[in-house]
């Protein structure tokens, strides 16, 4: 099988058996192509032109779905279980990271009143960039890079610094600094959006990131977020700002059916 899960910051890893076949899958796309990749997927979406890109010149990706940060878990399932559908259908190995929203949370602890592209997405890149250097360096991959360089969203030179941190701190790995924005890419990932049908996320990933949802009609969002969107425009109105999303204690966070229940 080509699935696996991973830790956080992996350092425990599943069953030997599930370990040995992933390495094994690795170790030939490795002997077989010439630049083996480790990818650090956002989402299927983001994932899907720089897929089809590293496959059609000469490179053997590896997809890392490591992505805490993304509120709340029902929205993290939907976006994971796509993406790993998607590297299903493309044979392309996925090795599944574990989902840790509290902790997620303490690594940006007093920076819940930052902007988007702010401080608080830094503090977000270096946990998601060092659990992929380390996730690289674990599976003998030297080199990794991430689909966020695709968003015209986010800071590259955040993301850069972040992932070039995470290569210091993980002897072995590389970051191979690419924006995933040029060469055309930005127009075929639109073509595959509309081609696979994928799922249309409203909100970047964390709470913090959903302000702008006390706009839409409830109707308009997922249902599992209606009630947290109607507490963030109640808190914005009375308080005349964007307030700090509740704690995770307040919001829905884990499923009954969640794996790490």
Partial sequence: RRD?????LPTRFCSSLQTIDLFSTVFKLMTEAIHPVLLHSCCAPCSSAILEWLTQNGYAPTVFYFNPNIFPAQEYLTRKNE???YCRKLGIPFVDGDYDHALWREAVKGLEHEPERGLRCRACFGVRMLATAKCAQ???IESFTTTL???RWKRLDQIREAAEEAA???PGTRYW?????????QQRRGELLAQEGFYNQLWCGCEFSMGHLTMRAPEDLPSYVRDFVKQLGSA???EGTQPASPSPVQSPIVP???PNV
């Fill in 4 to 8: 696996i899960k991973s830790p956080f």
């Fill in 83 to 85: 993406c790993q559908q």
């Fill in 138 to 140: 674990r599976l003998g």
């Fill in 149 to 151: 360089t695709g968003s």
């Fill in 168 to 170: 210091r701190l993980t």
């Fill in 177 to 185: 600094d690419m924006n995933w924005r040029k060469g055309g890419l």
């Fill in 236 to 238: 914005k109105n009375k």
């Fill in 256 to 258: 009954p059916n969640h």
